[in-house]
């Protein structure tokens, strides 16, 4: 039963990556009939952070009341409908307003079951299951572009993601027996919280909070920044079609994926520290690489920037999963799910705040800008998990 419950965990780490590179890879195709700026790319960004703000600062409330089991499967069909609802959408109204159950739907969910992961499993399966993350991610854009280049359009991207989702769920809550008997048998992670959820107040107070929410911050604003403009970047910096910048976006997330499956490996020889030092390393050398396709000349331009972007997004790999399984480690297991919920609610900030930003700055200056904006998030978070480290250590010595 342990073996099916963790294969129903993998299973919904897929789901979770599936959604999240859709709109950037539509993008290019949205914004013209719609009649809208650009830039407003961001603003849908920023409502479904803005949700997921919201739902992951309840996600310690909510797993201790219902369980981590029915939180997830709930969130899951919140997720389906809002993907739906994209479908149908005829305006962009339409999309700002089936973006708030998208956002809220996939808050709990993310903190709900990196949590358990974090407390019941070891490093690498946290890495593999984030690798399972990124072949949603993975396979999202791909989706997009085949319904574009064959001739279906957006909405059909955006359908048939919803029906996978609506397949998940229902894989879900055949699977909350499961999560049940491993609740009563003492294992869940309901099991590991105080007698009362932390306060967002006694959690910031924590020492190493605030450099791990800024950590988080970062980390979620250089991928939501990455997925959402990539696209836009290829096609109006190096004149990409929109199909063919759809699929060469997705290398990102493809290095994401290759990368957490070796991570995994490399997690039996290194620590979390480790493995996030590595990964900001190969990060930063991908960055530099992206900063090359500034050139004038068009076929080093592209070369550059599929290359940087698959770098990229190797070093992207061990940061985020090693950062979240790190947690009850500096923290405690009693703390770890009150403080993930507001490491997600960093995270979901960021993503909410920073891609935004960008498409204003896309808009009123050049989407060139991508490549220095990306560098200058990853400067802040090598900073801040450098801090963290310094906290934590000197925490231990002192107990």
């Given at each position: 039963?342990?073996?099916?419950?963790?294969?129903?965990?993998?299973?919904?780490?897929?789901?979770?990556?599936?959604?999240?590179?859709?709109?950037?890879?539509?993008?290019?195709?949205?914004?013209?009939?719609?009649?809208?700026?650009?830039?407003?790319?961001?603003?849908?960004?920023?409502?479904?952070?803005?949700?997921?703000?919201?739902?992951?600062?309840?996600?310690?409330?909510?797993?201790?009341?219902?369980?981590?089991?029915?939180?997830?499967?709930?969130?899951?069909?919140?997720t389906a409908a809002a993907l739906l609802g994209f479908s149908l959408s005829g305006s962009f109204p339409a999309l700002c307003l089936w973006a708030v159950p998208y956002g809220l739907g996939a808050g709990s969910v993310d903190a709900s079951l990196n949590n358990y992961v974090a407390l019941h499993y070891a490093s690498r399966h946290m890495s593999w299951l984030h690798c399972m993350w990124g072949i949603g991610a993975s396979i999202g854009p791909y989706i997009m572009g085949a319904a574009l280049t064959g001739g279906c359009g957006w909405h059909m991207g955006y359908r048939a993601v919803a029906i996978l989702q609506i397949t998940l769920t229902a894989v879900l809550l055949l699977s909350l027996p499961l999560w049940r008997r491993r609740r009563e048998s003492g294992g869940g992670p309901e099991n590991s919280a105080p007698d009362r959820p932390l306060s967002l107040g006694e959690v910031l107070r924590l020492p190493g909070a605030p450099e791990v929410m800024t950590a988080f911050f970062c980390y979620c604003a250089i991928e939501q920044t990455v997925g959402l403009w990539a696209s836009s970047?290829?096609?109006?910096?190096?004149?990409?079609?929109?199909?063919?910048?759809?699929?060469?976006?997705?290398?990102?997330?493809?290095?994401?994926?290759?990368?957490?499956?070796?991570?995994?490996?490399?997690?039996?020889?290194?620590?979390?520290?480790?493995?996030?030092?590595?990964?900001?390393?190969?990060?930063?050398?991908?960055?530099?690489?992206?900063?090359?396709?500034?050139?004038?000349?068009?076929?080093?331009?592209?070369?550059?920037?599929?290359?940087?972007?698959?770098?990229?997004?190797?070093?992207?790999?061990?940061?985020?999963?090693?950062?979240?399984?790190?947690?009850?480690?500096?923290?405690?297991?009693e703390r770890s799910q009150a403080v993930i919920g507001v490491q997600m609610a960093s995270a979901y900030i960021g993503t909410c705040l920073m891609p935004f930003l960008f498409g204003l700055a896309a808009n009123r200056l050049s989407v060139a800008l991508f490549p220095v904006y990306l560098t200058a998030l990853l400067l802040v978070m090598a900073a801040a998990h450098r801090r963290l480290v310094r906290i934590s250590r000197s925490a231990a010595g002192g107990r």
């Open positions: 039963m342990l073996h099916l419950l963790l294969a129903v965990i993998y299973i919904s780490f897929i789901s979770l990556g599936l959604p999240d590179a859709l709109l950037g890879a539509a993008w290019p195709s949205i914004y013209g009939p719609f009649g809208v700026p650009v830039s407003y790319a961001g603003l849908i960004s920023m409502i479904i952070a803005l949700g997921t703000v919201v739902s992951s600062l309840q996600s310690d409330r909510l797993t201790r009341r219902f369980g981590t089991g029915l939180v997830t499967a709930a969130s899951v069909a919140l970047y290829l096609v109006l910096h190096l004149g990409l079609s929109s199909e063919a910048a759809a699929g060469f976006a997705s290398l990102f997330f493809l290095g994401v994926t290759i990368g957490r499956g070796a991570s995994g490996f490399l997690t039996l020889r290194l620590s979390d520290v480790q493995m996030v030092r590595l990964g900001l390393a190969i990060l930063a050398a991908g960055l530099t690489v992206l900063l090359l396709s500034l050139g004038d000349s068009p076929v080093l331009g592209e070369r550059a920037a599929l290359t940087g972007l698959l770098l990229a997004g190797l070093g992207c790999a061990p940061v985020y999963p090693c950062l979240i399984h790190s947690t009850p480690a500096h923290f405690g297991t």
